[in-house]
């Protein structure tokens, strides 16, 4: 699949799409749940997902503990995008 920008009377070259969903597709956010389903098994944030948003929320009393299981739950999340081809 191919894709281009178009603002006004200007347009960008056409780019292929090697995975994902076009912005703006019908089908666009209930097709980005699916493919991001099963992201909150990845690692131990909370997960909320709306339309096609994802927040991810850890928290920890001690900010120093927060910020080693941020990144260390950031890894995992990263190792299972790359693995999905995200």
């Not at 956010?29 to 990845?42: I, Q, R, T």
């Not at 131990?44 to 910020?67: G, N, P």
Request: aromatic share 12%; hydrophobic share 30%; net charge negative.
């Amino acid at each position: 699949m191919y894709h281009c920008t178009k603002v006004n009377n200007y347009s960008s070259n056409f780019q292929t799409i090697e995975c994902g969903v076009p912005q703006g597709s019908v089908m666009g956010s209930l097709l980005f749940l699916f493919y991001v389903n099963d992201l909150p098994g990845a690692s131990s944030f909370q997960t909320t997902h709306f339309a096609d948003d994802t927040s991810l929320h850890l928290s920890h009393k001690d900010i120093k503990t927060l910020q080693l299981n941020v990144q260390n739950e950031l890894d995992k999340d990263d190792t299972w995008m790359r693995s999905n081809s995200y």
